[in-house]
Each structure stands twice: as structure tokens, then as C-alpha cells.
């Protein structure tokens, strides 16, 4: 079992910046890759951004130069920085970690906001 926790989402004005942090704990060890997911309102969920154990990074391509997806081994987080926020930006962002065993698990989600 792996536990994500999300944190560092919230309110902010179009043009700014926020960097989302997910925490894994559990059986970390069996955990491949992490990325970012997100949903807006009516809307399905999207991938945002992945990155392997060993660094490998992808993106959606509609966000390449804004968002940059970066990982701490050692502390078992996943980091996802996003600038020159837009109100189309605004979503719950969810954190996703898939085990060598292609398990997914997901985190509780976190509100980012943007507004005009």
C-alpha cells in the first residue's frame, strides 16, 4: 500500500506561481513512477506531468515551459512547479504514483484556483 498526500494548492491571481508537493509513505519502495493529474470541473482527468524513479520526465504538451515536475528520492516527494498561471489552470490536482506492477495509487486531491 502507498499513501500520497497533496499539499500546497490554493488561491492564486492569474500570472503567479505555486508548486504543489506530494509526500509518499507506505511501500515506497515498490513505487516507479509519480506525476500530476488533473480535473476541472465537468471535465475528465488528465495527466500533467510524470516523472520515473530514475528522473524521466513527460509532460502534456499544452503545458511544457510553464510546469516543471521534479522529484526527491530521499524524501519520497514529488514537486510540481507551475508558473504563469492561467484561469484555465484552475483544478484539483491529484498526485499519482504507479508501482513496478503497473498499481496505481492516488492522493486526496488539492484545489488550485486562479483567478482573473
Known amino acids: 500500500q502507498v499513501r500520497l498526500v497533496e499539499s500546497g494548492g490554493g488561491l492564486v491571481q492569474a500570472g503567479g506561481s505555486l508548486r504543489l508537493s506530494c509526500a509518499a509513505s507506505g511501500n515506497i519502495h515498490s513505487v516507479n513512477a509519480m506525476g500530476w493529474y488533473r480535473q476541472a470541473p465537468g471535465k475528465q482527468r488528465d495527466v500533467v506531468a510524470t516523472?520515473?524513479?530514475?528522473?524521466?520526465?513527460n509532460y502534456a504538451d499544452s503545458l511544457k515551459g510553464r510546469f516543471t515536475i521534479s522529484r526527491d528520492n530521499a524524501k519520497n516527494t514529488v514537486y510540481l512547479e507551475m508558473n504563469s498561471l492561467k484561469s484555465e489552470d484552475t483544478a484539483v490536482y491529484y498526485c499519482n504514483a504507479e508501482t513496478y506492477w503497473n498499481r496505481e495509487y492516488w492522493g486526496q486531491g488539492t484545489q488550485v484556483t486562479v483567478s482573473l
Open positions: 516523472i520515473t524513479r530514475g528522473g524521466t520526465t
